[in-house]
């Protein structure tokens, strides 16, 4: 054996063993630091979607469900008391309003919060859409319900648009009626439609943005899975064009 073969076998070949095996050391470690900081993110961001899923129909459907079931019935009542209206019906529909007006209060202090969180997590699509139009359902509702519950009597103020007194106004001409309620009962049982109908396709999509990672920093510039495609595709057409109408 020559000197040369001699150090190419004694002390080249070890040393460029041991770099390479370094070099597959060092990326094989690299690769798994990787992998589990993919993965964490992974879970991190889906944890905080869920959460600004849920904050966000938890609140939808506190506002629906009161606005429906009793500040509809408190409004009236205040405006066309029947004739077994009691003293203490009258406390618990006060009451209801003040639960009504707090869940409302909630609803409007956390929209832009809300609103930014659905963005972040969910996209500016369907689903920001979606929340924006149960919004502007709510505000619809609320001008209503306020217009029947502080403006039934002749020279009452009435609202003509959401935002209190600084809003376009004007004064009621007459005494609102029993014509007047059915009116209105036909009216709100077509916004309590269109909102449960958007507000169950926000839950719909969200949910399949959950459950295939489409959420947060995961989207990245791909396009939608194809589960969650699919279910875009059959709300925009169930949720396009409704608009309850006075």
């Given at each position: 054996?020559?000197?040369?073969?001699?150090?190419?076998?004694?002390?080249?070949l070890?040393?460029?063993?041991?770099?390479?095996?370094?070099?597959?050391?060092?990326?094989?470690?690299?690769?798994?630091e990787?992998?589990?900081?993919?993965?964490k993110?992974?879970?991190?961001?889906?944890?905080?979607a869920?959460?600004?899923?849920?904050?966000?129909?938890?609140?939808?459907?506190?506002?629906f469900?009161?606005?429906?079931?009793?500040?509809?019935?408190?409004?009236?009542?205040?405006?066309?008391?029947?004739?077994d209206?009691?003293?203490?019906?009258?406390?618990?529909?006060?009451?209801?309003?003040?639960?009504y007006?707090?869940a409302?209060?909630e609803?409007?202090?956390?929209?832009?919060?809300?609103?930014?969180?659905?963005c972040?997590?969910?996209?500016d699509?369907?689903?920001?859409?979606?929340f924006?139009?149960?919004?502007?359902?709510?505000?619809?509702?609320?001008?209503?319900l306020?217009?029947v519950y502080h403006?039934?009597?002749?020279?009452?103020v009435?609202?003509?648009k959401?935002?209190?007194?600084?809003?376009l106004?004007?004064?009621r001409?007459?005494?609102l009626?029993?014509?007047?309620r059915?009116?209105?009962?036909n009216?709100?049982?077509?916004?309590?439609?269109?909102?449960k109908q958007?507000?169950?396709a926000l839950?719909?999509v969200?949910?399949?943005?959950q459950?295939?990672?489409?959420?947060?920093?995961?989207?990245g510039?791909?396009?939608?899975?194809?589960?969650?495609?699919?279910?875009?595709?059959?709300?925009e057409?169930?949720t396009?064009?409704?608009?309850?109408?006075a």
């Open positions: 054996m020559t000197d040369s073969e001699t150090i190419i076998q004694f002390v080249v070890p040393v460029l063993v041991g770099f390479f095996a370094s070099v597959i050391g060092f990326m094989s470690m690299w690769l798994s990787h992998f589990r900081s993919m993965n993110n992974k879970t991190e961001q889906k944890k905080k869920e959460k600004v899923r849920q904050t966000v129909l938890d609140r939808c459907d506190k506002v469900n009161i606005m429906k079931h009793e500040a509809w019935y408190a409004a009236w009542r205040r405006a066309l008391p029947p004739k209206y009691t003293d203490e019906l009258a406390e618990e529909d006060k009451q209801a309003w003040k639960s007006t707090d409302q209060r609803w409007r202090t956390t929209s832009a919060c809300n609103e930014t969180d659905i972040q997590y969910f996209g699509g369907l689903e920001h859409r979606l924006k139009e149960i919004d502007s359902l709510f505000e619809s509702v609320s001008l209503e306020w217009n403006a039934h009597k002749e020279g009452d009435v609202l003509s959401p935002g209190g007194f600084d809003s106004a004007e004064k001409e007459r005494d009626n029993e014509e007047d059915i009116k209105s009962r009216v709100f049982d077509a916004y309590y439609e269109e909102l958007k507000i169950f839950s719909a969200t949910g399949a943005s459950k295939y990672g489409y959420v947060g920093n995961l989207q510039n791909r396009p939608p899975p194809e589960g969650v495609q699919k279910v875009m595709n059959e709300l057409g169930k396009g064009g409704l608009t309850a109408s």
